[in-house]
């Protein structure tokens, strides 16, 4: 099965910058979906960004503009390039792994943003 590892978090002022990444344990085959989802204190998992076998990307609405999707030209990894962090941004961020028929996540990777 698919293992999917995120790192990159940390503690980062607003309007700065931060990367995350996600290993891959194996090359994604077939239609799928690849993503980044986040997780506030007190609120549900919800959807970041993501990008398909296709290379569309999509991007919620909050981060659109900051927030850039990208991967290893083998799929090895997939990256969340962050620009111009909010305090709103802050929560656990978990890689994706998504097809019809499997749903896989990461253990997640905090990322806090201070005023």
């Known amino acids: 099965q698919m293992q999917l590892v995120e790192s990159g978090g940390g503690l980062v002022q607003a309007g700065e910058s931060l990367t995350l990444s996600c290993l891959l344990s194996?090359?994604?085959?077939?239609?799928?979906?690849m993503g980044w989802y986040r997780q506030a204190p007190g609120k549900q998992r919800e959807l970041v960004a993501t990008v398909t076998g296709h290379t569309t990307k999509n991007y919620a609405d909050s981060v659109k503009g900051r927030f850039t999707i990208s991967r290893t030209t083998n799929w090895s990894a997939i990256f969340l390039q962050m620009n111009s962090l909010k305090p709103e941004d802050t929560g656990v961020y978990y890689c994706?792994?998504?097809?019809?028929?499997?749903?896989?996540w990461g253990q997640g990777t905090q990322v806090t943003v201070s005023s």
């Open positions: 994706n792994y998504r097809r019809l028929t499997v749903d896989s």
């Open positions: 194996e090359r994604p085959y077939s239609s799928y979906i």
